[in-house]
């Protein structure tokens, strides 16, 4: 169990910039969560996939945001034209499909748009 | 829509006490689980204890333990004999038990704990 990673750490775009982070779950992990987390909040649902499959998306993911899972392993989320709003640290989580399970998180990665 | 609320931004304790938490937390749903996640200075966000809404025993683990009070909404979490890497902030998490297609987590907006040597 090496735990969720995710890539980069850190990010520093400017504004209408795109960027793409990496998220890897635990490797027997079905289940993958994105999360966002501004200054002083706690973290906020973005979406969540069941294997390669999105089942729900928040909201707060604009037309700019994508996310996707291939073949069930990792994921990668993509803003486009970024803006300054998007400022914040983006949480990868992921947990086993059973019963009330555990969400494990990762890191994070840290995007600051300029 | 669940909602979560931590009434404490920020709380401190001394060394070796014991310091309580609050959170109450807003459903209409009868099977449900909470969580407290601890995130260190350096981020990562990490599972501290959980509950099981039908479990009537409250959950410890080592020096943390809850106090869950399912009619009143309420969700506490208790450290005894504090340690200096407990300091932190504490979220306290709600997800549904009702399962569907999402297994999302809502969190407060956390609770900022110093503690002092």
């Known amino acids: 169990d090496t735990g969720v990673s995710q890539d980069p750490r850190h990010k520093i775009t400017k504004r209408g910039q795109n960027v793409t982070f990496r998220c890897d779950p635990i490797?027997?992990?079905?289940?993958l969560y994105w999360y966002r987390q501004t200054l002083g909040q706690g973290p906020e649902f973005l979406t969540y996939?069941?294997?390669?499959?999105?089942?729900?998306k928040s909201r707060l993911l604009s037309d700019r945001f994508s996310a996707e899972r291939p073949k069930g392993s990792f994921s990668t989320l993509e803003i486009q034209r970024t803006e300054q709003g998007d400022s914040a640290m983006y949480l990868c989580?992921?947990?086993?499909?059973?019963?009330?399970?555990?969400?494990?998180f990762g890191p994070g990665t840290r995007l600051l748009v300029l | 829509a669940q909602t979560v609320t931590q009434s404490q931004p920020e709380m401190s304790v001394q060394e070796a006490e014991t310091v309580t938490l609050s959170c109450t937390y807003d459903?209409?749903?009868?099977?449900?689980?909470l969580f407290w996640y601890k995130q260190p200075p350096s981020r990562q966000m990490i599972l501290v204890i959980r509950q099981e809404a039908y479990k009537q025993q409250n959950a410890t683990e080592n020096r943390f333990s809850v106090n869950f009070q399912k009619a009143a909404k309420s969700f506490s979490l208790k450290i005894s004999d504090s340690q200096l890497g407990d300091a932190a902030m504490y979220f306290c998490a709600y997800r549904s038990g009702s399962g569907g297609s999402n297994y999302k987590l809502t969190f407060g907006k956390g609770t900022l704990l110093t503690v002092n040597p």
């Open positions: 459903t209409s749903e009868s099977d449900y689980y």
């Open positions: 996939f069941q294997n390669e499959a999105q089942l729900e």
């Open positions: 490797s027997e992990h079905n289940r």
């Open positions: 989580a992921s947990s086993l499909g059973v019963g009330g399970e555990t969400q494990y």
